[in-house]
Nanobody
Framework: QVQLEESGGGLVQPGGSLRLSCAAS????????MGWYRQAPGKERELVAT???????NYADSVKGRFTISRDNAKKTVYLQMNSLKPEDTAVYYC?????????????WGQGTQVTVSS
């Protein structure tokens, strides 16, 4: 079994910064793409950023220039540095990962962490 554990959410004022972390654990043979998604109240879950196993990032237009995704393969961890936060960034943020274990290959999700941007 694979678990993804997120941390780093919280309340921040507009213009502020937060750093989210998501650590994978379990019987993992390999982690391919990892990513961050978010879901605001009354809206569908949307992609924020993804990063390939080789470290190539991809961003939603709404966060380009403000958010940075990175990963530490040795720690099996993906990060999301969020700068210049806006009230519209308020959402529950979920990480996901495409993981090969020793018995299967699947997409796993974390439990979510709340980010609230408000003065």
């Amino acid at each position: 079994q694979v678990q993804l554990e997120e941390s780093g959410g919280g309340l921040v004022q507009p213009g502020g910064s937060l750093r989210l972390s998501c650590a994978a654990s379990g019987r993992i043979a390999r982690i391919d793409a990892m990513g961050w998604y978010r879901q605001a109240p009354g809206k569908e879950r949307e992609l924020v950023a993804t990063i390939t196993g080789g470290g190539s990032p991809n961003y939603a237009d709404s966060v380009k220039g403000r958010f940075t995704i990175s990963r530490d393969n040795a720690k099996k961890t993906v990060y999301l540095q969020m700068n210049s936060l806006k009230p519209e960034d308020t959402a529950v943020y979920y990480c996901n990962a495409r993981v090969a274990t020793y018995s299967n290959y699947a997409v796993y999700w974390g439990q979510g962490t709340q980010v609230t941007v408000s003065s």
